[in-house]
Nanobody, 122 residues
Framework: QVQLEESGGGLVQPGGSLTLSCRAS??????VGWFRQAPGKEREGVST????????VTSDSMEGRFAISEDNAQNMVYLQMNNLRPEDTAVYYC?????????????????WGQGTQVTVDS
């Protein structure tokens, strides 16, 4: 059973930065994605990465502020979030798929973490 563990969430002021981390037992050729769910809203895709070739895609609304990266040696995937806004407040989830694909289709992600809370507030 693969387990994903997110960390790095917290309270940050508008305009600030946070880096979320996701640790898993194996990434290898997998796809790893970050999703988020704000209060009262549906979960949405943030950014995803195919570990085998490093291809990434980030949601248009977050492009330029958020970036996904990996450290294969540590089996870690990161989400760097800059210029945070109050509307970025959400629970952020790490998810992984055994198949290499660049998509925010949630049904394609077999493994999910418990989530980490990010709150952007002055």
């Amino acid at each position: 059973q693969v387990q994903l563990e997110e960390s790095g969430g917290g309270l940050v002021q508008p305009g600030g930065s946070l880096t979320l981390s996701c640790r898993a037992s194996i990434f290898d050729t997998w796809t790893v994605g970050w999703f988020r769910q704000a209060p009262g809203k549906e979960r949405e895709g943030v950014s995803t990465l195919v570990s085998s070739d490093g291809d990434t895609v980030t949601s248009d609304s977050m492009e330029g502020r958020f970036a996904i990266s990996e450290d294969n040696a540590q089996n870690m995937v990161y989400l760097q979030m800059n210029n945070l806004r109050p509307e970025d407040t959400a629970v952020y989830y790490c998810a992984a798929s055994e198949d290499p694909f660049l998509s925010f289709e949630e049904s394609g992600y077999k493994y999910w973490g418990q989530g980490t809370q990010v709150t952007v507030d002055s």
